[in-house]
């Protein structure tokens, strides 16, 4: 038996696919035009736009900043977020119902609002420096994504499974990392994912709270297309999206959260049941270092960024697109 | 337990091997590492939690599936590797919380058959919790009764069946018809008691043994026989339930409405007035409760 697809499925499916892909494709092709100005379709093919990222020293240092803040936020809201998350699915019953709703908070909350309070409550109030009012700010906006999704996956997680790992002897913290985490993993990293995007997109909060010296991509590119109509801004923004592409792969591959469970183990044993004790032990070693050095090398990415950003030490270029007030205290 | 006190214990020092009703296996182990996990936590070599594990699926006749996830498992599979895996720590205690509830009939009576095996063969002290009153005749050498976080009576099954020691128990395996009954008159291995509706009834106290005072009679339908002769109680006769072996009629007395058993050879119509005999052997002697 044949299904036939009716025409106005297939129009309204292409639809949807142009409706998604589109700005992908005209942001691409701008982003390769070879004039000075932006513009789609491309005339023109060259890199030359991209090249000028580079060049451009506020640029470089601001695709740092974004990177790093939104890796450092992501992490900070994940410390907070997987706690809080599993106390609110672990206790439901005894928690009032409120409370879950109580993480959502700051998406409610129209997040220029958001920035406005936190300038004028942490860095005007309390004259908390740029860096840290950020490291402060970006968490709480992208913590009510990480509770959420770890939520969702919680939520369908027997914590019966939990008991049974205690009366088996393993102590409830224990039974945290390598029971629980490891079947929350892809939430986990749903939620890291998801906050990651919204760091590195975020224009609202980070308006408030950049200053002299200290901005993020976004905030970059906004003052740039105040001024000038070139296509950078463009190939900036190809540039983040291959670079947040970069981030999630990476983080796929190599913070798949089993390495704080188990190390080669089922599979290693199965393959090899009579290996003696000591080779398996030496591999679970090996394991244990992989992970090691697969954090080491998040580390020393993260590090080598901060050089880069260090490197070029010209001055800021940066123009000050919203900050129509007077700078606070501990800046110069 | 032994000569620990376990009340103040943490949970994961306790030694207590927990099989779950919903099996509550660790979904992102295999089947094997899942039975090894109990020895991983408590420090043993490798190989030899290996070797133990792999023992261990033997005996629940798993070894085959030990690389699988228990996703991949079916239901009676699951309840065997969490068997497996409460068993393999040799816990000197064993607690089944319902297991076989959600299992289909057919398996959860094999599984009854298993368990029990198992159990005699480990020689391991074992707590079963279930709702099921055949599950728990059958697998147990003792059976406690509980009403409300309250024992109620503990013995083995054969005595709970045949000598309840109160109107709950009674109840629960099956004696449904109970009447409240005072001794008026003795005479020798003869007693006359009466229920609420003044109609004296003549007991023998060979069989059910000196008479207290005030007395609850309990029998199942069986034990209540349906006589057209006027000896008992009399009653009017209700709905009739074909039962394959006898007939169950629903009968209006005047202690209230109490089911009993006819022969087949004679079935009674709706309506009709007959006595119910008490069989001495089918009854049970309670004693009188307040309420």
Redesign the interface.
Known sequence: MTHRISPALIAFTVLVYLFLLGPLVIVIGAALSDTTFLTFPPQGLSLRWFEKIFEMSAFRRTIVTSLQLAFASTLLALLVGIPAAYALNRYRIALPGWLSTLFVLPVLVPEIVLGFSLLRSIQVGAGVPVLWALLLGHPLLVLPYCVRVISASLASF?F??E??????????V?TFFT?VL??VQSGVIAAFILAFITSINDVSVSLFLTGPGISTLPIQILAHVEQFFDPVVASVSVLLMFLTIAVMVVVERNLGLTFLAKYP??HD??AH?DE??RA??RKQRAGRSVARRRLGRIGVALGCLGLWQDHDAAPDRRVSAAHHRNDPVGRH | MGDTDLTTLPAQKRNIGLVFQNYALFPHLSVRDNVAFGLKQRGLPVQERETKAKAMLDRVGLSALGDRLPGALSGGQRQRVALARALVIEPPLLMFDEPLSTLDAKLRIDMRVEIRQLQRANGTTSVFVTHDQEEAFSISDRVAIMEAGRIRQLDTPEVLYQRPANAFVARFVGLENLIDLRVTARDGAQATAEGAGGIPLTLDQTELGELPDTFVLATRPDGLRVVTTPTGLPCTLGLRTYLGRTYHYQADTAVGPLTAGGPLSKPLDTGQTAWLAPEPEQCCILPKEDG
């Open positions: 027997d019966s499974i008991e049974a790992a205690i009366s088996l002897g393993c102590s409830p224990k029971i490891p079947n183990d089922a044993r199965t049941p003696p004790d398996l032990r």
